[in-house]
């Protein structure tokens, strides 16, 4: 869109967050994903008669701890309440969520778009639980209850974001922010994040906000940018014919790249909230709200000034690492399994990130880990074995995993520095190519390099590079 | 002949002495079931098989060091998950559900030596004052089986004043342990708020809800109290608070008390008859060394429309989960809402509907706070009362309802009038505080009256003690109901 | 009050029947109750809870839950370890 943009966008999201505990908010029944259908179950998380719900203390922890990192006011006093609607998710056919008193008030999250930096307001953070998931068939759907009750923090901001741009770096920012604070997973492929979209368009000369859609269930990141990149256009469309933006709810249809209005409710929302009898108010005092602030963990900015100061690297190192908590995560552990920091950061950058991209991997699906790739470094370090089989032994580890030496040691990767070995093969090499020994000494440098190769070759890339050099440069300058 | 069941207090020195063995006790309980059931309708169902079963294996042990409730059977309402058995709650729309899980008050039973036995008559989801609501027809009451128990608890009632359970379990919403006692004739229990774990029962107004005992005598209640009793980790609402040595405080007198007399429960409106019995039972208190004196609840009036409003807003909520899809009954639909909407037509009664839908309707946009919230406060100035009226006395002495039992089919057409009815039992559950019923005389037509005794939270061996000493200066409790006496008879 | 908006809200069928019937009984009722607007509550705090705690909290601590039969087997309609339901239309 040009600059000229007679249209003002106003986005507010709703982000709805995971959080990363070990058991759901109401009951024991473990927080995993991937288990087979109704197996993570209880009469608690599966709303039966006669069952209560007791409140995890880690849920209360990590929402408040996101606060602090996104710098809310956190409340003193706060208070669960039921909301009221009937789904098939819905165990109970209620949702026991925050009404008026949530955990978390204010707040705001920074996001830089075009190397222009902005800030995202927030408005509220609240704790709920989360619903069933629905699977459908041709004739019917089924429920799997096993994420029900999962403990999920809705991320509530201002409608401050202006542009699809400025959305997807609000998500990114934000969930960099939630992951290093190690408040969630963050993996979108688990629906660990999720949000609703509300947008809505006006002429620039106007100051209340247009009417808006809601577009709801907005699992990842791109989704959520192209379905805004429509929306906006859409509405713009609207209003420039002269039309009207109906207040509604549309669903993003991935396909076809385009957002349509849901089967409109034939009743409007009442969701009669009142507060649950069941819990108690939960009263946070500054003591107990400084200690989580002092057990925040480094965020990327200082890990990233860290990386700088204490290991030497460059500042586009240091913004490659920090970018991914896992990756620098990853990095230092390498660090301490011995590597210094400038190979690891390399490995890191290049094979790694290359490989996890090619994969569409995380790093936790990789194989390889930092002892492995610290081990590789120590190898390549003492000469054991040369660049290219280096790359070997990782790409081995990175897709099977095992003992870099032990692999070295089977695949006959060792790099060979025994003389008589070497001296066979440039031999070899000079014998074979009598026109490059020519053409060297002649003064052509470069057939120099042709050699070595031949060299290289025929030690199926055993031979230590420095010492084939030595080696030939011995020959012909003899 | 049948014998006569033994009480939870004398069973354990009549086994231990060989007077009596628990297969004996079970052996009575089926007879009598077997010959008063198809009158009195108290339970739902049982298993005099499993019971035998369970009893020949307590006398099988040594009479040693036995927990207190060993070898005692317990009738447990309706509404109680009890694991491997149905909960039906007296709804259609539980029918084939079956529980996976004991109510912590249950599982209390069970760890204590008793037995959770049969499944126990109620107004559909408690919601009721008389058991007509039960989705299986109404209980009876045992001293006219042409009257109502009383309800929701009526089962329960009927089943101990009609000698078919040693005791029970109830649940008192607004009145639901009390008045059955009362109607029926025997001691009911509703503990404070927060005293019994609500972990295992079936919610209908969660913030009012409480489990107590239905008993023989008060000394059984204070026992059954001690077990049930206690902190829950699975009940955020239930207090970490001691629970004291109840039968300890039954000391036989009330020297020193100080009992209060709340003006707006003697008004106009209470059955005469109802009101002798119960100053009858007050001067029987002074005479056991009781000072007595007047105290004003001055929000009374206001407590049925505010409990209303309170518990039929949560069960609407409570309620919802029932819609066919994890458990329970399910009519098909063309989506899910069509399915729910036809499911709960069809599997709910009609009171229960009427609840759902003034619950739903005070709490909906635009009437939220004219009414819930309204409730709400109004639920602070009664509690006030209490609380003011607990600085000049140490319990409060009152009828448990305005009348005794009434014909079947009296009310069931005019729910206000029928709701009208508890207005002496709703403030002790909007208050949070204790309440005690025990038998104080009858009416002319031979039907029993209750006495009310209210303590302030948590101090139920205030009431239990009260309670005890009143029955043990008078033998209303000896009575024995025509239907007891007619098999017993034969 | 209008019992039919209301059932619905409830998701309760209900019949015309009923529809009068319980019109009448709780217009009936919601007179009594509206006594409530007598009294002056201006500075009162609402109760929701019986007793004054706060805090209460489970330890993060995960066990199994039912085995998935039992879980199943109170199903009304269950296919591959699903609860089934009408197809659900957005």
């Not at chain 1, 990363?20 to 209880?42: L, Y």
């Not at chain 2, 408690?126 to 001293?143: F, L, V």
């Not at chain 3, 330890?59 to 609860?83: C, I, K, S, T």
Request: proline share 6%; net charge negative.
């Amino acid at each position: 869109m040009s600059g000229a943009n007679p249209y003002k966008v106003s986005i507010g999201l709703e982000t709805h967050v995971q959080l990363k505990t070990r058991s759901k908010i109401w009951c024991a029944c473990p927080n995993t994903f991937g288990s087979d259908p109704n197996t993570d179950v209880c009469p608690i998380c599966l709303g039966y008669p006669g069952s209560m719900p007791v409140l995890n203390a880690e849920a209360v922890k990590l929402t408040v701890m996101a606060g602090l990192l996104l710098g809310c006011r956190i409340n003193h006093y706060s208070k669960f309440d039921r909301k009221s609607y009937f789904y098939p998710d819905m165990p109970k056919n209620y949702q026991i969520s925050q009404y008026d008193q949530p955990l978390c008030t204010g707040g705001s999250v920074p996001i830089e778009v075009d190397g222009k930096p902005k800030v995202i307001r927030i408005h509220r953070i609240h704790l709920e639980e989360d619903v069933a998931k629905n699977n459908h068939f041709e004739t019917a759907s089924g429920v799997d209850f096993n994420r029900a009750g999962t403990p999920l923090m809705e991320i509530v901001s201002e409608p401050d974001i202006a542009s699809a741009d400025e959305a997807f770096a609000f998500l990114q920012a934000l969930k960099q922010m939630l992951v290093y604070g190690g408040i969630t997973d963050g993996n979108l492929e688990q629906g660990n994040i999720r949000c609703d979209i509300n947008c809505s368009v006006r002429p620039d000369t106007q100051t209340t906000l247009g009417t808006k859609t809601e577009i709801k269930n907005m699992n990842t990141f791109k989704g959520v940018h192209r379905s805004l990149t429509y929306e906006i256009k859409r509405q713009i469309e609207v209003c420039e014919q002269g039309g009207k933006i109906m207040q509604e709810t549309r669903r993003w249809d991935d396909a076809r790249g385009v957002t349509t209005a849901m089967r409109s409710k034939e009743y409007a929302h009442d969701y009669r909230y009142f507060p649950e009898p069941d819990l108690m108010p939960v009263v946070l005092d500054d003591a107990q709200i400084d200690e989580w602030r002092t057990a925040l963990p480094e965020m990327p900015q200082a890990r990233r000034t860290r990386f700088i100061t204490d290991f030497g690297l460059p500042a586009y190192d240091a913004d490659v690492l920090v970018a991914d908590k896992p990756i620098a995560d990853f990095f230092e552990a390498t660090l301490a399994a011995g590597a210094s920091p400038k190979a690891a950061s390399n490995w890191v950058m290049t094979e790694l990130l290359r490989m996890l991209g090619e994969q569409e991997w995380s790093v936790s699906e990789a194989r390889i880990t930092p002892t492995m790739l610290a081990d590789i470094l120590r190898l390549l370090d003492e000469g054991k074995i040369n660049n290219p089989a280096a790359k070997t032994i990782f790409s081995v580890c990175f897709t099977e995993g095992g003992d870099p030496r032990a692999i070295m040691e089977a695949r006959g990767l060792a790099q060979v520095s025994d003389e008589g070995a070497l001296d066979r093969w440039v031999q070899a090499a000079i014998t074979a190519n009598p026109k490059s020994v020519a053409d060297y000494q002649a003064g052509k440098k470069a057939a120099l390099q042709f050699l070595m190769g031949q060299v290289m070759r025929a030690s199926q890339g055993k031979a230590n590079p420095p010492k084939v050099m030595q080696a030939l440069k011995a020959q012909l300058d003899g | 002949m049948h014998a006569q069941l033994p009480t939870v207090a004398t069973l354990p020195q009549l086994l231990a002495n060989g007077q009596t063995t628990t297969r004996s006790v079970v052996d009575t309980l089926s007879a009598a079931i077997e010959s008063r059931n198809p009158v009195l309708n108290a339970y739902l169902s049982w298993d005099g098989a499993e019971a035998a079963r369970w009893a020949q294996e307590v006398d099988a042990q040594s009479v040693a060091n036995r927990p207190l409730l060993a070898g005692v059977p317990i009738g447990i309402k309706d509404v109680l998950n009890v694991q491997g058995q149905p909960c039906g709650c007296a709804s259609l729309i539980l029918e084939k559900y079956v529980s996976p899980y004991d109510a912590t008050a249950v599982a209390r039973l069970r760890q204590a030596g008793a037995l959770p036995f049969g499944r126990l008559n109620m107004d559909e989801f408690a919601m009721g004052s008389s058991n007509e609501n039960s989705a299986y027809g109404p209980a009876r009451n045992p001293w006219n089986a042409g009257y109502v128990t009383g309800g929701s608890s009526g089962g329960s009632a009927a089943a101990v004043a009609g000698g078919m359970a040693v005791a029970a379990l109830g649940t008192d919403t607004g009145g639901s342990i009390r008045q059955p006692a009362a109607f029926c004739g025997c001691v009911g229990l509703k503990p404070s708020y927060g005293r019994v774990s609500r972990y295992g029962l079936t919610a209908f107004a969660s913030s009012l809800d409480q489990i107590g005992p239905l008993t023989q005598s008060v000394e059984d209640a204070a026992i059954l109290l001690q077990v049930i009793a206690g902190h829950d980790p699975l009940d955020s609402t239930s207090l970490d608070r001691p629970v004291p040595d109840y039968r300890a405080a039954l000391s036989g007198d009330l020297a020193g008390m100080r009992l209060g007399l709340p003006r707006e429960y003697f008004t106009d409106g209470v059955d005469p008859q109802v009101t002798w019995a119960v100053r009858a039972a007050i001067e029987e208190c002074r005479k056991l060394g009781a000072e007595i004196v007047d105290v004003d609840l001055p929000h009374t009036r206001y407590a049925v429309a505010t409990y209303y409003i309170i518990a039929t807003a949560e069960a609407s909520a409570n309620l919802a989960r029932f819609d066919g899809v994890r458990y329970g009954a399910r009519e098909s639909g063309q989506d899910p809402i069509d399915s729910y909407g036809r499911t709960r037509a069809r599997y709910f009664g009609p009171e229960v509907k009427r609840r759902i839908i003034l619950g739903t309707f005070v709490l909906s946009s635009g009437y939220y706070d004219a009414y819930y919230l309204r409730a709400q406060k109004v639920r602070t100035l009664i509690r006030r009362d209490f609380e003011a009226a607990f600085q000049q006395c140490d319990a409060l002495l009152a009828p448990v309802a305005p009348t005794t039992a009434y014909p079947l089919g009296e009310r069931v057409d005019d729910p206000l009038q029928m709701y009208l009815g508890d207005i002496f039992t709703v403030t002790a559950n909007l208050a949070g505080i204790c309440g005690l019923s025990v038998p104080c005389g009858f009416s002319d037509n031979g039907l029993p009256v209750g006495l009310q005794v209210l303590g302030p939270a948590f101090r139920e061996e205030t009431i239990l003690r009260v309670g005890h000493a009143y029955e043990q200066a008078t033998d209303w409790h000896h009575g024995l109901p025509p239907v007891c006496a007619e098999d017993g008879g034969q | 009050m209008d019992v039919r908006d209301v059932a619905h809200l409830a998701r309760m069928h209900i019949t015309a029947e009923e529809a009068t019937l319980f019109q009448s009984q709780l217009e009936h009722i919601l007179d009594h109750v509206r006594d409530l607007g007598e009294l002056d509550l201006d500075g009162v705090e609402p109760t929701a809870h019986a007793v004054a705690v706060q805090n209460v909290f489970r330890v993060d601590e995960a066990r199994p839950g039912l085995p998935h039969a039992q879980v199943m087997a109170n199903a009304p309609q269950a296919r591959n370890g699903l609860f089934m339901v009408p197809r659900i239309l957005e």
